[in-house]
């Protein structure tokens, strides 16, 4: 039982919450991620842990409502319990010094990258960040993000905030502007498939975060499978962040749809 | 025969019992058959399917065995139960004594009782077998009758604990091999803390074997013991992951056991393989028995095929193909590569699974799954296989019939081909020998690792194997790390 110690919405269909884990806050680096479940009906839903606060003991998970299980997390308010929370789990992110980053986060997503961009500026890169979103209202954690990135490109494909356009086309902006040395996309996979297939075009490293269906997050189900460079391998294990451009996107969104 | 063997043997009460009916009265006796629910009912629910011997015909099976000079069943049981003596305290109606000689030796008799391949252990061994050419005493049946008595009498006596003596130890996985451990280390008077990755507490006995076959409840009784005497359990804790190696050392912990199973499925790595509607048993089970996803009120979700394919034959296969007919398959079908002579099922499994309904494809091999446009499988093609010289195994090694080849239509697919060891503490520990399967080299009569101060056994070194094997390994560990905590190992 993990209680929740403070929240705050980021958007109508966004909550933060911050959840008291002290081993899991001492533990976690950037890229992990939790096993969340709430109720005893309830199903296991992984999260990234968007920042951790050793001193206080506590993690910060962002959640979209999106269906039944962050419906029921969205719930909760503070001095609840979460049911049960395990982690950190998957392999941390890559952090090395490779130069010009750009990390590309769409919707809620950005919320994960925000311990990447993080670490990624402590690690002496330049980092662009590119943020998109259907509308102003769903631009998320803008503030944090500018914190640490050297420039930050904000995308809306309705033009009501930022440029108007998709990510890829504020990611392109970029790349045609200056030389990029890694990219890191996380958001809906089918925008992560086309973030990969810009990148690949110009022929930057590219890692996308995947968030497929999971059940333990432990390696022990292989319901988060996913085919990368012809090979089987486990998002929560092996993962959550592989080279997009050898990941079968595809395959991935039917596998997403497999319980719709 | 060991003198303890004989002196207990020599008992008045067994020499009376013995001399009270005839040898070959006792072998005229009819195995018992364990009450069953019918199979036309069973098959659409989750009841469990054996109903357990009445205390009449407990002990009128236990008359049949003719408590042998050279009792051969023991040596063909892992723990060495004292079998004689318990059948015989069943024979004398003293049923909770019996349940004591069970739990001298085996930690999880209720467990046991029901999950055991008893034919090929001490069932093989029994005299009717091996001289008599006849049906062996229905040991397995007898066991689980003397545990659910004992469990439903209230009397489940709580077993006494040395004083404390404030030492901590930690297991690492809470499946048979972690809980039997724990139960003889908290015995012996330690502070014994369990660290399970997952939400619920058992390891394969909670996420793996169906209610059908192994009831909750029996596994919740067993740990609930374990938690009066004094066992901690700490569940959503990945030791390696949420606490380190150097954390437990930090923490006070002076002895590891690590019994952390072997949680990683297999895949074929054939085409199709990630189509939606195929995965793992590991999957199906999970989601079925750790998840609730039968039941409607939850919030996991389940494939509920109509035409379901599982492929391979072990107890995980038959626990798939008998589940999936309880969720609705129409068709529901074992796909296994050699004849069923070869399958590593138990055979109360197959024979239950084909009572149900359950269609066997023997000597066929998938070799590719097909889906429709969105991706969902619809049928898979089959290799036809013979079978060819032995193996190094003893097994005879299936050899494709080239060309020979069908296709069957399938909605559902469940992959049930093995599982690997669980690699998170192989991993994330330093000091341990791993093998190159994954599996973590110990001392076979301690279950000590490279590293003395941790211990292992169960299926993260043995491979995929059994829950008797797992926690005869958890007990032999408790007392090696008793000496070695004790300075004398
Ligand atoms: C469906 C199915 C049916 C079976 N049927 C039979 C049968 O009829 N008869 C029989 O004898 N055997 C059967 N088996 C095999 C038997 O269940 C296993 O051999 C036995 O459970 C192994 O016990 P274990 O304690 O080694 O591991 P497990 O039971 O696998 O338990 C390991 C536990 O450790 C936890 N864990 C792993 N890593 C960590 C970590 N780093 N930190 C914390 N916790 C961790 C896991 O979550 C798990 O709960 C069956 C297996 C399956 C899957
Ligand atoms: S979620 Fe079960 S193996 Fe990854």
Redesign the interface.
């Known amino acids: 039982m993990n209680k929740i110690v403070a929240k705050e919405y980021l958007s109508e269909r966004v909550v933060r919450f911050e959840v008291e884990a002290p081993l899991i806050a001492k533990s976690r680096r950037a890229g992990h991620f939790v096993i969340v479940r709430v109720g005893k009906k309830g199903e296991r839903v992984p999260y990234t842990i968007a920042s951790a606060d050793v001193e206080k003991g506590t993690i910060t998970l962002v959640v979209q409502r999106v269906g039944k299980s962050s419906e029921k997390l969205c719930r909760l308010e503070v001095g609840d319990h979460i049911t049960d929370l395990v982690g950190p789990l998957g392999k941390a992110t890559d952090i090395e010094k490779f130069g010009t980053v750009v990390c590309a986060g769409g919707g809620v997503g950005v919320a994960p990258m925000l311990p990447i961009i993080e670490a990624m500026k402590q690690a002496g890169n330049r980092v662009i960040s590119v943020i998109a979103a259907r509308t102003k209202e769903l631009i998320i954690l803008e503030e944090q993000v500018r914190e640490y990135s050297d420039e930050v490109v904000i995308m809306t494909d309705d033009g009501s905030y930022g440029k108007k356009g998709l990510i890829t086309a504020g990611v392109e902006e970029v790349i045609q502007r200056e030389k990029v040395d890694r990219c890191i996309t996380i958001g809906p996979a089918i925008m992560m498939k086309f973030v990969a297939e810009l990148t690949k075009k110009y022929n930057v490293p590219t890692v996308a975060s995947l968030n497929t269906i999971m059940v333990d997050g432990t390696g022990m189900c292989g319901a988060c499978r996913v085919t990368v460079g012809g090979q089987t391998r486990f998002v929560c294990v092996d993962g959550p962040e592989f080279d997009a451009h050898q990941v079968d996107f595809d395959e991935m969104l039917m596998r997403l749809k497999a319980y719709d | 025969m060991s003198d303890y063997l004989k002196t207990e043997r020599a008992k008045e009460w067994r020499t009376a019992l013995r001399a009270s009916l005839k040898n070959k009265d006792r072998v005229a006796i009819p195995r018992v058959q364990m009450p069953e629910r019918d199979p036309m009912v069973r098959r659409h629910n989750h009841d469990e399917v054996n109903l357990g011997l009445t205390p009449e015909l407990a002990v009128g099976e236990a008359r049949r065995c003719l408590d042998c000079a050279n009792p051969t069943c023991i040596s063909g049981c892992p723990v060495e139960i004292n079998i004689p003596k318990f059948i015989k305290n069943i024979e004398r109606g003293a049923f909770l004594e019996a349940a004591k000689t069970l739990k001298a030796s085996n930690a999880l008799p209720a467990v046991c009782g029901r999950v055991c391949p008893q034919e090929r252990q001490c069932e093989s061994q029994c005299f009717y077998t091996l001289k008599l050419n006849k049906e062996p005493v229905a040991i397995g049946h007898l066991e689980r009758f003397a545990a659910d008595y004992e469990r439903e009498s209230g009397q489940v006596s709580i077993p006494e604990t040395a004083p404390a003596n404030n030492i901590r130890v930690a297991v690492v996985g809470s499946g048979p091999a972690g809980l039997s451990f724990a139960g003889d280390m908290v015995k012996l008077g330690y502070d014994v803390t369990v660290f399970e ?3 619920e507490l058992g390891g394969v006995l909670r ?1 793996g074997i169906p209610e059908f076959r192994l009831p909750s409840e029996i596994v919740d009784v067993e740990i609930d013991s374990l938690r009066a005497m004094g066992v901690k359990f700490i ?4 030791v390696g ?4 190696q150097e954390d437990l050392v930090d923490e006070g912990f002076k002895g590891i056991f690590v019994g952390s199973g072997a ?3 297999n ?1 074929m ?1 054939i085409p199709g ?5 195929v ?2 048993c ?2 199906y089970l ?2 079925v028995n750790l ?2 996803a039968a ?1 409607p ?5 389940v ?1 509920k095929g109509r035409q379901v394919a599982v492929i391979g034959g072990g107890n995980t296969a038959m626990d798939a193909v008998r589940t999936a007919k309880r969720l609705g398959a129409e068709k529901a079908a074992i796909v296994y590569r050699r004849t069923e002579q070869e399958m590593p099922a138990r055979v109360e499994e197959v024979k239950h699974a084909k009572e149900e309904g359950i269609e066997f494809f023997t000597l066929h091999n998938p070799l590719r799954y097909e889906g429709d446009e ?2 969902r499988v619809q049928r898979a093609e089959l290799q036809r296989m013979r079978l060819g010289e032995p193996d190094s195994s003893g097994r005879r090694r299936p050899i494709p019939i080239e060309g020979d080849t069908v296709w069957l239509e399938v909605d559902e697919v469940i992959v049930s081909v093995g599982v690997s060891p ?3 503490i192989p991993q994330s520990f330093t000091g341990l020998e791993i093998t190159r399967w994954g599996t973590i080299v110990v001392n076979e009569d301690t279950m000590q690792t490279a590293d003395e101060m941790i211990f292992a056994g169960g299926d993260i070194v043995r491979g995929g194997a059994t829950v008797i094997l797992a926690m005869g390994d958890g007990r032999r560990a408790a007392k090696a790390m008793h000496r070695y905590l004790q300075g004398e190992g």
């Open positions: 990755a997952l939400h996420y569940t959503n804790c990945i992951k949420t606490i380190s949680g990683l499925p895949f790595n393989e990630n189509l939606v509607g995965m793992s590991n999957e999970t989601r998840m609730q039941d009120d939850s919030d996991t979700p494939y969105r991706g669980n690699p998170l």
